[in-house]
């Protein structure tokens, strides 16, 4: 399969950088702060817009783990149909039995919906029970990519198994390595692991503009300022797509895809 650099987004501003560093794809979520959940309809509407990239969308009803009810269910089959009907190039799912196991049977019905569109199946394979086990699932559903750390908290860590999954998948699914993703990254885990795809966020933080700030009042999660800004750093997604290059044997410039160029 060929090679992919995936940027995760969560807003324009950010779609737009990783478009100017060179991205091939975007994964477009909110919420990227809590892994990323569904995004808003009109978020992928702009991005859409303003840049020329293959869009997968996350589909994900709430943060936590990959159990969902049957309301959580009815809410991604209409996410699925909603952004197949907006254009979307992909969705991003993923949902597990109480066992630990894939979901067989409800992902079969999402992927149903999905009619053409890509599938990759995200890292609720990295909290299943038996990733070849969920590998081979996956393969009958006809997921064409896996995300997965290799079931480790950063893809370095997972290095061994991610090297076993991408021999045991064999280009089918392919096996996108994030976690921790940068360009250091990709020059050491690419030969080790044989992978030619890989998603990161690069994310830096950005101070807000606030001038007057109220202490003591909390919007959120416990210790995340609410004058912190998270967007992608275009800088570390060309270093990231130029290590990707290289070692695919590829130079020379590369177009920009973003819109306003």
Same mark, same amino acid.
């Given at each position: ?6 940027? +995760?987004v *969560?807003s324009v ?5 990783a ?8 994964e477009? +979520?909110?919420d990227?702060?809590?892994?990323g959940? %569904?995004?808003? &309809?009109?978020l992928?509407c702009m ?15 709430r !943060?936590g *783990?990959?159990?969902?009810?049957d309301?959580?269910?009815e809410?991604?089959r209409?996410q699925v149909?909603?952004?197949r ?9 993923g949902?597990?039995r109480?066992?630990g196991?894939?979901?067989e049977?409800?992902m ?8 053409g569109m890509?599938v ?5 394979f *990295?909290? +299943?029970? *038996?990733? $070849? ?12 990519t896996i995300l997965?750390s290799?079931?480790?908290?950063s893809?370095v &860590? @997972?290095?061994?198994?991610?090297r076993e999954?991408v021999?045991?998948?064999d ?14 990254v ?7 692991t044989g992978?030619?795809a !890989?998603?990161l %966020? ?6 807000s503009?606030?001038v007057?700030?109220?202490? /003591?009042?909390?919007m @959120?999660l416990? /210790?995340? %300022?609410? !004058? %912190?800004l ?9 270093e990231?797509r ?9 130079? /020379? @410039?590369?177009?920009?895809? $973003?819109?306003? +160029?």
């Amino acid at each position: 399969m060929a090679r992919v650099l995936e940027v +995760c987004v *969560d807003s324009v501003e950010s779609a737009e950088q990783a478009a100017r560093g060179g991205a091939m794809r975007l994964e477009l +979520c909110a919420d990227l702060i809590v892994g990323g959940t %569904s995004p808003d &309809e009109d978020l992928f509407c702009m991005v859409r817009e303003r840049v020329d990239l293959p869009i997968r969308v996350l589909l994900r009803p709430r !943060f936590g *783990d990959f159990l969902y009810s049957d309301e959580e269910y009815e809410l991604l089959r209409r996410q699925v149909r909603r952004f197949r009907a907006l254009g979307a190039d992909g969705v991003v799912i993923g949902i597990l039995r109480p066992d630990g196991t894939l979901d067989e049977t409800r992902m079969a019905g999402l992927i149903e919906l999905a009619g053409g569109m890509g599938v990759t199946l995200h890292r609720a394979f *990295d909290v +299943c029970r *038996d990733p $070849f086990a969920a590998l081979e699932t996956a393969r009958k559903l006809g997921v064409d990519t896996i995300l997965t750390s290799g079931q480790q908290a950063s893809c370095v &860590e @997972g290095a061994p198994l991610l090297r076993e999954l991408v021999k045991a998948a064999d280009g089918r699914p392919q096996i996108l390595i994030g976690a921790g993703v940068n360009a250091q990254v990709i020059r050491t885990l690419q030969p080790q692991t044989g992978a030619d795809a !890989f998603h990161l %966020s690069a994310k830096r933080t950005l101070d807000s503009g606030m001038v007057f700030r109220r202490a /003591g009042v909390p919007m @959120g999660l416990p /210790g995340i %300022s609410e !004058f %912190s800004l998270w967007r992608c750093d275009e800088n570390a997604v060309r270093e990231a797509r130029d290590a990707l290059d290289a070692l695919c044997g590829e130079t /020379g @410039g590369k177009a920009c895809r $973003f819109k306003k +160029c």
